[in-house]
Structure formats: C-alpha cells, structure tokens
C-alpha cells in the first residue's frame, strides 16, 4: 500500500509540474472533409466528427449534420453544453461586389456571432438537423438587417464549430475541436465563387494547429481560416480598430516592425492590444538577409530591420483546409483589389500593414493602440492619432494604384515596382545566386597537428567563389570582403567539448582569406593552431560564412548591401587516425531537423550576422555544454570610461544549444528563467552577443503549443528519456580556466535531463521536483517514472493536447 501511495504522490506531483511549469495550448484534432455525407467509424487522429451534409431555407435555416465521437460511436450534440463543450453555427454570403463575407447572424453587441440557442433533433444515428434561432429572412433578426433569398445567385456558407473537453490517457485535461463547413447557393446552382486566400495549413505551419493555444480569444475553439474569415469581415471594428481578418492578421505578425505600433508606442501607448493579449512587442520569426543583415553602405555594420520582414507567399498560397480539403484558390488577392476580378492594389490593402501612410494630405492619421485597465491588467483596443507618412508618389485616390503598383510585370520582378517585386525577399530573388559548401578532405587531422583543409565554394551555377574575394559593388556602392572560416571542434561521447581550443567551449575558427588555390576550383588552408595534444574522440571541421550581394535602389529604399551563406557543411574524422568518419552513429547526434525549423523561420534560418544558415549540426559546434556567454558580456568598471555591468546582473548565461533554444521559445513563459533588467526594469531572458550585444528574449511569443516537440525534433527518440550515452551536464560557472587546458574547474550546475527539462519548466517547484529525484553519485533517476514509453514519459505526456 506504501508503494501505491508513493507511485500517486509521484504522479500528482509531475502533473503539477506539468500545469506549473509554463506549458500551454491544445491540439487541433480535425477529422473529416465537410464535403462527406458520412463520418469513418474510429477518428485517426482520436478527434470527434462532423460534417455538414445539407441545409435548407424556409423560415430558419435547417440544418443537416453528422456527429460521432473518436470511436464514430453518435454524439448527441445536446450534452454539449457547461463543461462539458459547445456546439455553433454561423451562416453568411459571399458579396460578389468585393469578395467578402458578411454575416446573418448578430451578436449581442451587434457585431458578427453565432447562433446556438436554436433546437436539435435526431434524425438517425449520429445524424441530426439544428433550426437556427434566427431567422435569416427577417431584417430585424439579422445583422444589418441584411436579408437571406431564395433565388440569390451569392456563393452562401454555413458553418459548424464544435468542441467537447476530456482528459488524456495521462489525466492531462483537453479540448477535442472540428470545424466544417459548407458552400452552397440558394438557387440550387453550384457556389463557383469563393474566399480562399490562406490555406489552414500555411498558417499550421507556424502554428501547429491555429487557434489551438492556450489563451486564444475563441477559447480554442476555431481552427480553420475559412470559419474566421465568416465573422472577421470588413465591417467589424471595436472603438474604430479594424477586426477584418486581413487587417487583423496583418497587424499581428507584423508585431514589433508594424509602423502604427512603433508610432503608438513612441507616444506612450502599448500598441495593438487586446484583452490580456500585446501584439505590439511581437518579433516575427521570418529571418531574411534583407531583413536582418543588411549592411550600411560602407558595408562595415548592419542596418537592422531594414527591408520586409515577412514574405507574402509565405502565408498566401495554396494548400488545405484543416479537414484536408483544397484550399487556397483565391491566393493571388493578396496582389490585387478588394474586388476578385481586379488586378490593382488598394489603400485599404496596403495600409493594413503600412498603417501610417498616408494618400491625402492629412498629417495625423489614426493606428490601433489600446487602454489597459490598471486594477485587471486587460486592454481595450481604441485608435491613437500619430505623425502621418505622406505617400512617396503624393496624393492619390483609391482606384488608381494599379498606375504604377502592378501585380507583377513581365520577367524578373526582384526589386522591381510590382506588388511582387516589392514583396520577394533576397533568398528567393535573383539577386541571390546561391552559395554552396563543400569540404573535400581534412589531412593530418590528429591530436598535436595542425590540420590541412580542401574545400570547394560555389554559386549555384557552379561557379567558383573565391574564399578571399568581394562583394557587392554594384548600384554605386562600394566592394565588401566576403568572409569565410573554418570551426575545428571534437567530442569524445555525445557532445562537444572542445577543451583546450578556445574561451568558454569554443572551437578553433580560421579565416579563409589566405587560403592556397589549387588551380581546379578549389582551396586548400592548414589551421594557424594545433589540436591539442590530449583530445581525443571525434573531431570535426566546419565550413560557414557570407558572401556580400548588391540590391538595387528602389523607390522607397537606397542601394544597399546584404550577406548572406550558404547552408554550413561538416566534415568529421578520428582524432586518433585522421580518417573521416562517414558512419552516421559515430558523428554528433542529430535530434532536430532544420527543415522543421524552417516552416516558422522563412526556409533560410540565418543567424549571427548572417553568418551561419540552415545546419543544427553547425550550431552545436559552439553551442555546446561547456559554453557561455561569459567572454562577451561586460564586466563592471568605474572607469575611465566607466562599463556598466550585465544588464540582468548575471556573470554568464548558459548558450548551451538545448537549454538556450528551449528558453529562447519558452520565451514569456520563463519563471525563474526571466530576471529584472537594470537598464528597462523589464524581465527579460538575457544572451550577450559579438560585441556585446544584448539579445532579450524574455518577450518570445512561441506561435503553437510548446508541448509539440516534434515541431522541432526528428522523432520521439531524439526527445525521449534515457538521454544517449555521454550526454553531458551544462556548464553555468566557467570557472577561472576558461577553455579547460589544465583542469576542468567548470561548475555544471545542471545535470544533463534536468537541463533539458528545466529549460522550460523553470518553475520553482520543477526545480525542486528534479532535485529530489537526483541522487548524485548513483545520477538522474528521472527515468525511473518519466522514460520514453511510460505514461509519464515525455512521448505521451508532451503530446499537444489541451
């Protein structure tokens, strides 16, 4: 009886941690197309099923739909109700004047709604009808008294939301969730005109499943754009703020780079904000070469957001919905006018995420901010009159953009005046060549030499780029040198340790500049230090860096150079022989796929300074457990001049990858993690950077729920327990020897899986947690109830439900 009683505290107690530790979010678990009449007998993904399978007109709209649970057992949707979930409906019409919704159905404050105090009735099994409560034919029921026809040539859709709360096998409590829908035409004939300009599935791409998180103003309940877009219509405004779903949507992501928030801000407002929810401190993740590393026009520093912080196309093209259905044909409005048949921009377009141009000649012009509430913390959205941004061109009226703003013009549109042209970031321009790494042999690679490197770099035609050549240079502006290195690390079990190569766990770095050309396109360098004499284990060798490109002047921009690189290539070998090592389960572990991380950060994550791109196994090289920050951060002096210490009061922060990546997207939801700043008086998760440069991620808004871990990772082994042989514990005290040549005095104050999971469950309580269950010198026992497998193990209980 002791041991059961032992095995039940120990499960409360983790899922305490579990609710504690900053976790949050749902899943969306979607089931079946609307478009079928029936629903399979057992749900893949353990979700309820619906469908819509007609509707008829009279009076109040009729209904007809299918519902079962997971197990296509029917689901009578009058349980629906308290705690227990909610069952929906929404209908509204296409207008063919602009191409946007407007909706039948009102709320109680006269905005967009839905109807749900209508009846239910069985009509076989897991089939039922519902008789809407309103009466879509009576003006006086309906939103602007718009009224339903039966003879209406307009493309009409209903609209089904559903939900039903139920706990997991690990007693994590949840929301099952499906949204369908279905387009018809009063008149019988088939609905031909449509409303899809985002895909569901772009935005899942980011998102997981949109809507899902813990905290979304529909309580999770909305999941698919096609529903959202039936209310989110360009009538809807609270206190003069704009809820039409581009305009909305457009505002958020553009968080931090949106004009109207930076001007809002600057006058002592908060931005666009709503309810307990800030918009306005929101760093998009698209990272981009124009964006992000640009250079002034000397080519000696970085411009910082100087270009589109997002593509376009990265939301707008075609895809599914979130019941697998295609969607996505009405992609190319993002281009043209409100109206589906023009091909011209409009102001009303441009200024959701222009928001203080202006095309008159006003001098304020009015962007979303909001009021908070001091006693509730919650915010109110309400306009703010700021400076206007006169239009470059001068006054112009709507209708006459497409003179100069084409969707596209004929040929290349890189920089061009088009829509398109403005919208292309530098990694899917022409302007971008490409550039491509090779490392073709690494000779005298053992402990006490110094290594020989020949290595090949190319555009995409297969040019050769010279290691110590220029850049840019075009547009009048003037030649940059292209910079390119060598990282020789190594590692004797599962990480690198680099002892005895550089400050704080850092590998051997050699400029390329000087490299030997062999006469065949390729070069040949030998590393200016040796490998020390006592490593031993796997080494590898590591070929980064940026080529500088031109772009051309625009309208609205000058001439300007960007670097940008190719993705990092690894080369490993014997530290004992030399021979490379081509055999995968003796190279350094990969646990997260790149191309995963690309689907939020724009396929071309490019990090310090452009520098190193698209390779995890690049990042670990440096990112290991022995790093910190500590060689970069400034250390208190009076002078003179007088340095002011760290921001966040820390003598180092740990940059070991996992801990580091977990905390950067943990981000807002950091306990113990975020630390008052001298400087702002602001919590904020604090990383120096090359010239000491402050990176404050304590803001991160992570866009999907955390518990997804295969939203980064390649499988559940790669996050499961036990951890891999030799993993070792993180380094947070560097110790006097700074790069572990005579002795390793390094204090690893977080043993290797409380590192892991402390990195985002910082709670106070987690930390305890992990402490009791360690008992050094027998080690973790973590694994003892949370291996992979076990109900308890992170595979079952990091499944993002909610």
């Known amino acids: 009886m002791r041991r059961f009683n032992v095995l039940c505290l120990a499960l409360t107690l983790f899922i305490l941690v579990m609710m504690l530790g900053g976790c949050g979010g749902s899943s969306n678990k979607e089931g079946q197309p609307a478009s079928l009449s029936t629903v399979s007998s057992v749900s893949p993904t353990g979700n309820i099923q619906a469908a819509i399978t007609g509707i008829t007109v009279n009076s109040p709209p009729v209904v007809t739909f299918r519902l079962s649970d997971e197990n296509g057992l029917p689901l009578d949707p009058t349980t629906l109700t308290g705690n227990v979930g909610s069952i929906r409906f929404m209908i509204a019409r296409l207008r063919s004047s602009d191409g946007n919704y407007e909706n039948f159905i009102k709320d109680g404050n006269g905005r967009p709604g839905s109807d749900a105090s209508g009846t239910f009735a069985t009509v076989g099994a897991g089939l039922y009808t519902y008789t809407f409560a309103t009466d879509i034919a009576n003006p006086l029921q309906t939103l602007n008294g718009i009224t339903f026809s039966p003879t209406d040539t307009q493309t009409h859709t209903v609209a089904l939301e559903v939900t039903r709360n139920t706990a997991s096998i690990a007693g994590t409590l949840f929301q099952q969730v499906q949204n369908v829908f279905l387009n018809f035409r009063p008149d019988g004939q088939p609905a031909t005109q449509t409303r899809e300009i985002v895909a ?298 680099n002892d005895g190569l550089g400050n704080f766990g850092q590998p051997l770095s050699q400029a390329l500049a000087a490299a030997t050309a062999n006469g065949d396109g390729t070069f040949t360098i030998t590393f200016a230090a040796a490998i020390p004499a006592g490593a031993t284990g796997t080494g590898v060798v590591g070929l980064e860096g940026t080529k500088t490109y031109s772009i051309p002047a625009t309208v609205k921009k000058a001439a300007r150079n960007v670097r940008t690189s190719g993705d990092g290539t690894q080369y490993y070998f014997d530290l004992a022989t030399g021979a490379q090592v081509t055999d995968s389960a003796k190279q350094r572990r990969i646990s997260v796929d790149i191309d995963k991380c690309n689907k939020c950060h724009g396929g071309s994550l490019s990090l310090h300074g452009g520098n190193r791109k698209n390779s995890v196994q690049e990042c670990v090289i440096c990112h290991n457990p022995n790093a910190t920050d500590r060689n970069q951060r400034p250390v208190a002096s009076p002078g003179p001049p007088p340095v002011a210490g760290p921001v966040d009061g820390l003598a180092e922060q740990s940059i070991h990858f996992k801990v580091m990546i977990h905390r950067i997207h943990t981000g807002e939801d950091l306990d113990l993690s975020r630390i008052p700043r001298a400087d702002t008086g602001q919590r904020g998760y604090v990383i120096y950077g090359n010239g000491r440069s402050v990176h404050d991620f304590g803001e991160v808004l992570f866009p999907r729920d955390r518990r997804d871990c295969l939203a980064c990772h390649v499988d559940t082994a790669s996050f499961g327990l036990p951890l891999p042989v030799g993993v070792l514990a993180t380094t947070t005290s560097t110790g006097a020897d700074a790069n572990n040549v005579v002795t390793d005095d390094n204090i690893r104050g977080l043993l290797p899986t409380k590192a892991a999971c402390i990195s985002c469950h910082d709670t106070a309580f987690a930390g305890a947690h992990a402490d009791n269950h360690t008992a050094l010198p027998v080690g973790e026992l973590c694994v003892n109830c949370h291996r992979t497998g076990l109900l308890l193990g992170p595979d079952i209980v990091h499944r993002p439900i909610r």
């Not at 042209?421 to 690679?445: M, R």
């Open 200 to 497: 569901t599935s772009t935005c899942n791409e980011c998102h997981g499943h949109v809507g899902q998180k813990a905290g979304h103003p529909h309580d999770g309940g909305l999941r698919d754009i096609a529903l959202c877009v039936l209310c989110h219509n360009p009538g809807l405004t609270i206190n003069g703020v704009s809820f039409d779903l581009k305009a909305l949507v457009h505002k958020l992501h553009m968080g931090k780079a949106l004009p109207g928030n930076k001007a809002a801000i600057a006058a002592g407002g908060f931005g666009l904000s709503i309810d307990e929810h800030r918009f306005a401190n929101i760093g998009h993740p698209f990272i981009s070469a124009d964006s992000s590393t640009a250079l002034s026009a000397d080519g000696s520093s970085p411009l910082g957001n100087s270009g589109t912080p997002v593509e376009c196309v990265k939301c707008h093209r075609a895809g599914t919905d979130s019941n697998g259905r295609p969607f996505g044909k009405d992609v190319d409005r993002w281009k043209n006018g409100f109206a589906p048949g023009s091909s011209s921009a409009t102001i009303g377009n441009c200024t959701t995420c222009h928001d203080t141009t202006v095309f008159n000649t006003a001098l304020t012009v009015n962007v979303a901010d909001a009021a908070q509430d001091p006693v509730t913390g919650l915010f109110t959205p309400q306009t703010r009159a700021v400076t206007a941004v006169p239009h470059s061109a001068g006054p112009r009226a709507e209708g006459t953009c497409s003179g100069c703003h084409v969707a596209a013009v004929p040929g290349d549109n890189a920089y061009q005046f088009s829509l398109t042209g403005h919208h292309t970031v530098f990694e899917n321009s022409s302007v971008f060549t490409g550039l491509n790494f090779e490392i073709l042999s690494v000779t005298n690679a053992t402990a006490g030499n110094r290594a020989t490197v020949t290595f090949r770099i190319t555009d995409d035609a297969g040019n050769v780029v010279p290691p110590g050549g220029t850049g840019g240079g075009q547009f009048g502006l003037p030649t940059v040198n292209n910079s390119f290195s060598l990282k020789l690390g190594y590692f004797r079990q599962a990480d690198y340790v």
